[in-house]
């Protein structure tokens, strides 16, 4: 398994994390628990029943991605 603290921890530019709680491709389990720490300002959202593919063509998985980035850009707008 890679450690991507440091990767996670360098990032500089507001960020969220949409993930599938039955995602195939990455353990998703502990994103929380994990980006948390190092990034407290991170929006993360693991989604119940979503597998990996489904983040692009499930209309939860859609929805939640739209309110994320509408989050992001509200937050960019605002920001002094």
């Given at each position: 398994q890679l450690d991507h603290r440091a990767n996670i921890a360098a990032v500089s530019r507001?960020?969220?994390?949409?993930?599938g709680s039955r995602d195939e491709a990455f353990d998703t389990s502990r994103?929380?628990?994990d980006?948390?720490?190092?990034?407290p300002s991170w929006r993360i959202e693991r989604?119940?029943?979503?597998?990996?593919?489904d983040l692009v063509v499930a209309p939860a998985a859609t929805?939640?991605?739209?309110r994320a980035t509408e989050q992001l850009l509200t937050q960019a707008i605002t920001r002094p």
């Open positions: 507001p960020t969220a994390v949409v993930a994103y929380v628990e980006f948390q720490p190092l990034q989604l119940t029943d979503i597998g990996h593919a929805q939640a991605i739209v």
